[in-house]
């Protein structure tokens, strides 16, 4: 009867250390999107292609590392995204109490995780007399990754990883 009772307790223990590693590197291994849209490029750099486009909450599963950069499985393949975009927190959206009409953009939520919004800005604004005029400006400017590559080649400028 002991020797049964040290048998199973024995087998408890073997199952608990092969599964503890096991459960431990699935968690390092997933990590959630932290900003309101991360762009998946072809390569770890900010001028590779983008690939695929992942909402604010969505999570990953982390397949290899260059520096900043995470490699990361795609349906069609695999892609980059940097690390600045990612948490190892899980990021949980779930709807409230109220309808649809009364939730939170993507992009409110991924601003109010940074402690930001629209009240905020204006209490600040007044607050130091500021003029966001021209950020407002630079923030309709859409600037294409190809667009940024021709700009480099034509300054002769040298490209390197992770740019």
Known sequence: MISDMKTIVFYCF??????????????????????????????????GKIVAVLPYGAQIEVQERAGDWVKMELPSGYGW??????????????????????????????LAGKGFNEQVENQYQSEQHLDYTWVDRMEEFVITPEQAVEFLDKGTLRLELGL
């Open 14 to 47: 073997v199952v608990i250390v092969l599964l503890v590693p096991v459960t431990l590197f699935g968690q390092i291994n997933t990590m959630s999107i932290t900003i309101k849209e991360a762009q998946v490029r072809s390569s770890p750099s900010f001028l």
């Open 81 to 110: 995204i940097h690390s600045s975009a990612l948490s190892r927190k899980k990021i949980v959206l779930s709807a409230g109490e109220g309808g649809v009409e009364t939730g939170a953009s993507g992009e409110e939520i991924a």
